[in-house]
């Protein structure tokens, strides 16, 4: 089992900066992949950024060049950088952890938090 929960969301103007955190616990040893989902009103959950355990990263299109997950391994802990924010960035952003055992996955979520931009 793997317990994630995020802190960070807020308002803030278009142009402006945000950082989220998640702080994973239980059975981190397991956890192959963590990511960042958003979803906004009426629309489909989406993946926003990944970075894998050996620290390989991937991006959405829409937030290459504005956005950078990062994560400190002592501190059991995922980043989301959000710089250059745009009202279409406004979603609850979920954070994620995938975990392999036994070559079974399971996948994990936090509670979200929300993110909203003004124009």
């Known amino acids: 089992q793997v317990q994630l929960v995020e802190s960070g969301g807020g308002l803030v103007q278009a142009g402006g900066s945000l950082r989220l955190s998640c702080a994973a616990s239980g059975s981190i040893f397991s956890i192959s992949v963590m990511a960042w989902y958003r979803q906004a009103p009426g629309k489909q959950r989406e993946l926003v950024a990944a970075?894998?355990?050996?620290?390989?990263?991937n991006y959405a299109d829409s937030v290459k060049g504005r956005f950078t997950i990062s994560r400190d391994n002592a501190k059991n802990t995922v980043y989301l950088q959000m710089n250059s924010l745009k009202p279409e960035d406004t979603a609850v952003y979920y954070c994620a952890a995938r975990t392999v055992v036994a070559s079974q996955a399971y996948d994990y979520w936090g509670q979200g938090t929300q993110v909203t931009v003004s124009s």
């Open positions: 970075i894998t355990s050996g620290g390989s990263t």
